[in-house]
């Protein structure tokens, strides 16, 4: 463990999991985040920050030119955690409003170790366009599926792939969506079988798990 004032870093976690530890950035000042990223950098861990501001990312860049940022999924990565990857996930979103997080989704799995990839705008209501794009999907060993409104998406994929399916809902919908709640629920009681459900808009939680499973059927 090394103690900074405002925090406490985990350097052993990779010991005992298999992954470093992940900087979640939402509630920290740029300069505590930054410290946190620095420390670890001195211990030679690769970071994958999460909702990170583009702020704290041009920080970032300037003390480690080779920090890559994504504005989209405000994924910040300073370092590599595996130079190879491994297997597929597909990363499937309902519409372009979901695309930050089945973009947070993609970019945490590629930073484990997983190819990725990302289909975007395949919502049911053009469910042609998820049929186009179904063969691609099939060749996935676990699918993340990202949705908003009603969330069913996540439901029809399941009843159409062999592989696990991770849904996520998102806040995306108008107002009796409730900020993800009603897709969150549609997501939890699905009659697809297959599915496993992350928190509303946790994109970094699927993408983590998608890559466990991926990983664990790569070997």
Known sequence: MKDLDFAVIDTRREERTGY??????????????LAIIARMREEKLPVLA???????????QKLFPGAEYDPVSKLLTVGRFRDKTRGLVAVVAAGTSD???????????????SNVLLITDVGIAGIHRLFDRLDEIRKARVVVAVAGMEGALAGV???LVS???????????????????AALLGMLTSCSPGISVVNIDNGFGAGYQANLINLAGSA
């Open 50 to 60: 999460t909702r990170a501001e583009r702020l704290l990312a041009e920080q970032a």
């Open 99 to 113: 695309l930050p997080v089945a973009k947070e989704a993609a970019g945490t799995a590629a930073f484990l170790g």
């Open 163 to 181: 592989a696990p399916v991770i849904a996520v809902p998102t806040g995306v919908g108008y107002g009796a969506a409730f900020g993800g709640l």
């Open 157 to 159: 994929i399941a009843g």
């Open 20 to 33: 470093p530890e992940v900087v979640y950035c939402a509630g920290k000042t740029p300069e505590q985040a």
